[in-house]
């Protein structure tokens, strides 16, 4: 479940349109968004702190009125699980884990059948439960704490037990930043939506123009051929990067035209892709495509990530964004009628 980043942009530009205040530009679009996105996620967990309280004392109500409930399905979506991989992730001699890189908030840590629940502790905490029988650490009742942190994001967390197996965290994780792309329209210099998804490091969808092939080979028999670096025996790369499904085309035995199927990951600027010429039949030479500005999508506009927020929160998310940008909208209904014109507007260009 996701709030689309297209539909957000044109509310907020027809808003700002409306109140005459100007244009916002994808760049300060994609930073404001971002910001109130985690500003969004963050006020979810006052909100049910105060709905639960409210309940405690039983002024709240069940089905739809329970809104407790409500903001608990609004977290959810950011909801992941983790299993820690021993010797990979997970140190069975020093109890130490790596933490994914996107969580936010850690709920529970458990053994993967859920038999076993490991107690958070404050680290200075250790010495005085392992000082006696009674209360140190032991597989039934293990503990663990955070550690390695780097700002307000802990990398790592350590157990004790430290030979403990088959663990898995259960966590809220941060979202993916908000991107609106697009490519540039050559006629009117306006932006047009790209719906692709981005990927970071990887390579733009599509055809890519002959000048990616730096290194072209004559006398291959005519027709299409397929590689997947990473995968496919005979290709390799300079990089890291794995993944990239590659059409080659070739007519009067030379190749004509790239088309990447699959994107991949791990690419740079730079890098090179070496085709063997066992794979292209009749070649003289290895094939080989260089990677430039333009055929990743971490180094142009192209490419777009949603929002990963519940639905219920577009307009409050447009109202921040609004917020930011220098605009405050009291009445919320402004928003949703703008919304509902814009997923018109949007959609008859569509049919167009």
Do not use: C, W
Not at 39 to 45: K, T, V
Not at 51 to 73: C, H, M, P, S
């Amino acid at each position: 479940m996701a709030i689309n980043v297209n539909k957000v942009y044109k509310s907020v530009l027809s808003i700002l349109n409306k109140e005459q205040r100007g244009y916002l530009t994808p760049q300060e679009f994609n930073n404001l968004a971002r910001q109130s996105q985690l500003e969004l996620l963050d006020g979810l967990f006052y909100q049910y702190n105060q709905f639960l309280n409210i309940e405690n004392v039983n002024r709240t109500n069940e089905g739809y009125a329970d809104l407790a409930e409500k903001i608990q399905e609004q977290i959810d979506v950011h909801y992941k699980e983790h299993a820690f991989v021993e010797s990979s992730d997970y140190n069975t001699t020093t109890g130490v884990a790596n933490l994914p890189s996107d969580v936010y908030k850690i709920l529970d840590f458990t053994s993967k059948s859920k038999t076993v629940q490991l107690e958070k502790i404050n680290k200075n905490r250790l010495p005085y439960l392992v000082s006696s029988k009674l209360t140190a650490p032991s597989t039934k009742f293990p503990i663990y704490y955070e550690a390695g942190a780097s700002g307000n994001t802990v990398k790592t967390i350590v157990t004790n037990p430290t030979s403990l197996t088959g663990l898995e965290i259960g966590y809220i994780a941060k979202p993916a930043d908000p991107r609106f792309g697009y490519t540039i329209n050559a006629t009117y210099g306006t932006e047009i939506y790209d719906a692709n998804p981005y990927v970071d490091g990887g390579i733009i969808l599509g055809s890519r123009s002959i000048e990616i092939v730096s290194t072209n080979s004559a006398g291959i028999t005519n027709g299409t051929y397929t590689a997947i670096v990473g995968t496919t025996s005979g290709v390799s790369t300079s990089g890291s990067g794995v993944g990239a499904n590659i059409k080659i085309t070739v007519s009067s035995n030379t190749i004509t035209a790239i088309d990447i199927i699959s994107v991949g990951s791990g690419f740079s600027v730079g890098d090179t892709i070496t085709i063997t010429s066992t794979l292209l039949t009749g070649a003289s030479n290895s094939v080989i495509l260089t990677l430039r500005v333009q055929d990743l999508y971490a180094t142009t506009t192209q490419g777009s990530t949603d929002f990963t927020l519940h639905q219920s929160q577009e307009t409050q998310l447009i109202l921040n964004i609004l917020g930011y940008a220098g605009l405050i909208i009291k009445d919320p209904s402004i928003v949703s009628g703008i919304t509902q014109l814009a997923s018109a507007d949007a959609a008859s260009k569509s049919q167009q």
